[in-house]
């Protein structure tokens, strides 16, 4: 299988306390990892530490393609999303699916065709700040729908998200998998999709 992800021996301290030491693992086409810990535990700085947001006290990070033969367009190789939904509160739906389209340098999305998979139709001439937290998240969520990149790493994607809306996600979730894409992800409640590929790294106390 191809692999995506190589990580060795990655260690990281945060206000003196050790988070997590000698983490290794590689993630190949087809793969999720579900990354679980307690609140605290460092799970987000994990992820913020693979695309390069937190300074890790050591270890290597490999990414396949190599991100450094790629500098000028990484993007198109990994995408990351963060723990809070980031949409522009002033911004209409619309609006805000077509700026983040256009910032991760996708000038030809059909924004409308979006807001309907993700079930916002309708409410698109709304501010993203007049919508519920999960329509918020649901606006930040089209990027999965046109996004290139073979690996996702998405910080708690569920949050927010309503039943239909969590089925959603783990069905994209589904098709980015069989068609060569990895993930990895954290979350606090259990994957329920059937993916044969998916892994589990614990991060307990500065243990793993
Ligand atoms: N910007 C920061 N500066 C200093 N310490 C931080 C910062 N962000 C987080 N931390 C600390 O790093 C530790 C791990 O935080 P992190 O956000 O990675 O945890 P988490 O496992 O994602 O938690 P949660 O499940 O609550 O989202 C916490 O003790 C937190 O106080």
């Not at 260690?11 to 605290?40: D, K, P, Y």
């Not at 649901?138 to 309503?162: G, H, Q």
């Amino acid at each position: 299988m191809t692999t995506l992800l190589e990580v060795k021996q990655l260690a990281s301290q945060r206000a003196g306390r050790v988070l997590f030491s000698q983490l290794s693992f590689t993630l190949a086409a087809g793969e999720v990892l579900h990354v679980e810990g307690e609140n605290g535990a460092g799970k987000s700085t994990l992820l913020r530490s693979l695309v390069g947001l937190v300074q890790l006290r050591s270890g290597t990070i490999q990414f396949f393609p190599d991100h450094n033969e790629h500098a000028e367009d990484w993007r198109q190789y990994t995408l990351f999303m963060g723990h809070k939904a980031a949409v522009k509160a002033e911004l209409t739906a619309l609006e805000n699916v077509r700026l983040q389209a256009q910032l991760g340098g996708v000038n030809d999305v059909d924004a409308w065709q979006l807001l309907e998979h993700v079930g916002l139709l309708g409410l698109e001439d709304l501010p993203a700040g007049q919508l519920s937290a999960g329509q918020q998240r649901r606006i930040a969520l089209t990027r999965l729908w046109y996004s290139k990149a073979p690996l996702w790493i998405l910080d708690e994607p569920f949050t927010s998200l309503d039943t239909r809306g969590i089925q959603l996600l783990q069905q994209r979730f589904a098709e980015h998998t069989a068609a060569g894409g990895a993930i990895i992800m954290t979350s606090h409640q259990p994957l329920t999709w059937q993916s044969a590929q998916l892994q589990h790294l614990r991060i307990e106390g500065g243990e793993l």
